[in-house]
Nanobody
Framework: QVRPVESGGGLVQPGGSLRISCTVS????????MSWFRQPPGKESEFVAQ????????LYADSVKGRFTISRDNAKNTVYLQMNSLKPEDTAVYYC?????????WGQGTQVTVSS
């Protein structure tokens, strides 16, 4: 079964940086747009960023624009989220997502905690 696998989460101080990754095996990765979502504690899930299939186009939520960068390496079937100038409100479980037709695929998530 195709499933994204996230990694790289952890505890970071406010103002710090972290890069999380998502790898998908057994799948035509380079044909599909990839997205990151996050779910803060006690809140609904929210869109963070998206990169198109080639990596040539990106989209960001206003809350992360200018601080986060999404990128992908199609040779490694991996999408990245570089997070800079982290704030406590960025604390969340971060999920990788892609969609094939009407079917959404989600990973298990990786916890990012921003705290001093």
């Amino acid at each position: 079964q195709v499933r994204p696998v996230e990694s790289g989460g952890g505890l970071v101080q406010p103002g710090g940086s972290l890069r999380i990754s998502c790898t998908v095996s057994g799948f035509s990765f380079s044909n599909y747009d990839m997205s990151w979502f996050r779910q803060p504690p006690g809140k609904e899930s929210e869109f963070v960023a998206q990169v198109n299939y080639s990596g040539g186009s990106t989209l960001y939520a206003d809350s992360v624009k200018g601080r986060f960068t999404i990128s992908r390496d199609n040779a490694k079937n991996t999408v990245y989220l570089q997070m800079n100038s982290l704030k406590p409100e960025d604390t969340a479980v971060y999920y990788c997502n892609f969609r094939v037709g009407f079917q959404n695929y989600w990973g298990q998530g990786t916890q990012v905690t921003v705290s001093s």
